[in-house]
């Protein structure tokens, strides 16, 4: 279970700014369709008029991001007659866009009426080429019941335009109590002298700029190239001051447990999978200046041939058991707070190892923020432009290569 959760975090990082300032070659495809800010007043009316259930639908998704039983689409077939085919094509941000943006650009069908695609830059390249089809909200009533609502207030998608989420992780810090025994609550204890030589930081740039954004007091949804260059020279300051012991991928859950490292920038799944998996006792906090929270999201491509059916599998997954049960076998954030409870009934039901798995779950702060742990979580930095990226990218990537 440990290794399927840090290789889809792994994944996702992959498909976001590199920490070496090269992406992938398909990161830099830019959408050829037209540009789409916001939409229009009858574009929703526009897209779903005439549109019926035809009885199928195919879903491409992330690799271990399911019940290999695939139990939530054997519910909705049941219980909707609509037969499901779920595809674990989704590797990378990046060369997915590649992969569909030809079809897309050329108002052909990718194939696939639903993806899971994550808060990157690729999704601002999905959504301003207009390559998303805008939602009915009135066709999605339990997202409308069941969501956390500060997933409506997104920069990417302000009021779930055109997604809504799958799946949620939230970048905060981890520490080990047993070296650091004063609680961590705030991203000066990253700065703190007293752990020389004992800080991870991320690699990644996106990562890397935010936590530098939040230590500077600044909000990463609203900054600017001057805002970045105030961060930069916060992280700076930690660098030169020879706190951080190295700028991490992946492989900060190693020093972590290692001792290389006594505190470092985390991410929520990894923590809660290692103290499950090996018995160990990290504690993982949202600083009260902000964490960052990551979200993959549920999009109907423009030209999905089957959209009705898709809209209706969307509303379904947010049916609390469903979520539950998602999240049961996720382990990331879940969308749907109500699912805690429910979680805690599955426990009392169960016996043994899974009673006490479950339980472990439903009361981790990992899986289930609470709503002042939502107040404090930001998105990455938005870009507009691939010139607005190329500018962030060169602000911070320095940090991690001088």
């Known amino acids: 279970m440990t290794q399927s959760r840090l290789g889809r975090r792994d994944a996702l990082r992959l498909g976001g700014l590199s920490a070496m300032g090269a992406f992938l070659a398909a990161c830099g495809v830019?959408?050829?369709?037209?540009?789409?800010?916001?939409?229009?007043?009858?574009?929703v009316a526009k897209f779903w008029g005439g549109k019926s259930q035809s009885g199928s639908l195919n879903f491409a998704n992330w690799p271990l991001y399911m019940d290999p039983k695939k139990p939530e689409l054997k519910k909705f077939t049941a219980k909707t007659g609509i037969k499901v085919t779920y595809d674990e094509v989704i590797q990378e941000m990046g060369p997915w866009f590649a992969?569909?943006?030809p079809q897309l650009s050329a108002g052909q069908s990718i194939g696939y009426d639903l993806m899971v695609i994550t808060n990157s830059v690729q999704f601002g390249q999905f959504r301003d080429s207009g390559f998303l089809a805008p939602l009915d909200h009135s066709k999605l009533p339990n997202y409308a019941a069941n969501a956390a609502k500060s997933y409506a207030s997104s920069t990417y998608d302000p009021g779930n335009t055109f997604s809504i989420p799958y799946a949620s992780?939230?970048?905060?810090?981890a520490y080990d109590p047993s070296k650091i025994k004063q609680p961590v609550t705030s991203l000066a204890d990253l700065w703190n002298p007293a752990y020389k030589g004992k800080v991870g930081m991320f690699k990644d740039l996106q990562e890397l700029g935010n936590f530098g954004l939040l230590a500077a007091g600044l909000d990463p949804g609203k900054?600017?190239?001057?805002?970045?260059?105030?961060a930069a020279a916060k992280l700076k300051e930690q660098k030169d001051a020879g706190?951080?012991?190295?700028?991490?991928d992946q492989s900060y859950v190693d020093a972590l447990g290692k001792g290389e490292v006594w505190i470092t920038q985390a991410w929520s799944g990894d923590i809660f999978q290692k103290n499950v998996s090996d018995g160990t006792n990290f504690k993982f906090v949202i600083p009260q200046e902000g964490g960052t929270i990551w979200t993959d999201n549920m999009a109907i491509p423009v030209t999905a041939e089957n959209p009705v059916d898709a809209i209706m599998l969307m509303d379904f997954l947010y049916e609390l058991d469903n979520a539950t049960t998602l999240a049961e076998y996720i382990n990331y954030v879940c969308p749907v707070p109500g699912a805690q409870d429910q979680m805690k009934k599955h426990a009392a039901a169960a016996k043994g190892e899974d009673?006490?798995?479950l339980l472990s779950v439903a009361e981790s702060p990992l899986v289930f923020p609470g709503e002042q742990e939502y107040k404090r979580l930001h998105y990455y930095v938005n870009f507009n432009t691939a010139e607005e990226k190329n500018n962030f990218e060169r602000v911070?990537?320095?940090i991690v290569l001088g």
């Open 30 to 43: 830019e959408g050829k369709g037209k540009p789409q800010a916001s939409i229009a007043p009858d574009a």
């Open 99 to 101: 992969k569909v943006q």
């Open 169 to 173: 992780g939230i970048t905060g810090i």
């Open 223 to 230: 900054s600017d190239e001057a805002a970045w260059k105030k």
């Open 243 to 248: 706190l951080v012991r190295n700028y991490y």
């Open 355 to 357: 009673r006490d798995f």
């Open 396 to 398: 911070f990537q320095p």
